[in-house]
């Protein structure tokens, strides 16, 4: 879900979501409930979409506060649209 209201994540969201996606994620998607395989690399074309990937953080709960690492996911924008979906 995009973004609305920064003041409701913490001062440090760019620290916590580079750590996601960067050093436990490896720069790829975590896969998704839907697409659980899902490896899609930062930056690449998506091998189902072929669209460029710009890899995300979700909320599992959607609540941009809640930053633990077990509610967080690196996500690629089809896992991570999906997702937000319902």
Do not use: F
Request: charged share 25%; with cysteine; aromatic share 8%.
């Amino acid at each position: 879900m995009p973004i609305k209201d920064w003041s409701r994540y913490p001062p440090d969201w760019k620290e916590i979501s580079r750590a996601i996606r960067y050093e436990r994620a490896g720069n790829c998607c975590e896969g998704s409930p839907a697409y659980p395989d899902c490896r899609a690399r930062n930056g690449e074309s998506h091998p189902v979409t072929g669209s460029r990937v710009v890899l995300t953080v979700a909320h599992l709960d959607h609540n941009p506060a809640h930053c633990e690492p077990d509610n967080l996911r690196a996500w690629c924008q089809r896992c991570h649209v999906t997702y937000d979906a319902k």
